[in-house]
């Protein structure tokens, strides 16, 4: 699957602002879930996947951890310049991946 092409989904949960979850052909079942504190929210996010047996998990928890912390620049009026991702973030994203691969072996 080209990483390129957006993923095709259903909503299977939506209360807004609070919930949306939906199912989608290449990521599983995602749910962001907000939850009031203090003067703003904690988002709870989710990811169920079945991923291959060849494609490790780390992978995937790295590429999540990264882009949830790109969602916190984001918020901060510091968006990611998607043009130049891997010469960017590629590093880092390997040193997260290397980490969830240390935890979980």
């Not at 995602?30 to 929210?41: I, Y």
């Not at 047996?53 to 790109?70: K, N, R, S, V």
């Not at 891997?86 to 290397?98: F, G, K, P």
């Amino acid at each position: 699957a080209d990483p390129a092409e957006p993923a095709i989904g259903t909503i299977t949960e939506l209360d807004p602002p609070r919930v949306i979850e939906y199912d989608t052909d290449k990521m599983g079942r995602m749910r962001w879930e907000l939850r009031p504190e203090g003067d703003g929210c904690v988002l709870t996010f989710t990811n169920t996947v079945e991923l291959p047996e060849e494609f490790p998990a780390a992978q995937t928890l790295a590429g999540w951890h990264i882009h949830l912390d790109h969602l916190v620049d984001a918020l901060a009026g510091r968006p990611p310049e998607w043009s130049t991702w891997t010469e960017d973030h590629m590093a880092e994203w390997e040193r997260i991946r290397d980490r969830y691969k240390a935890r979980d072996g």
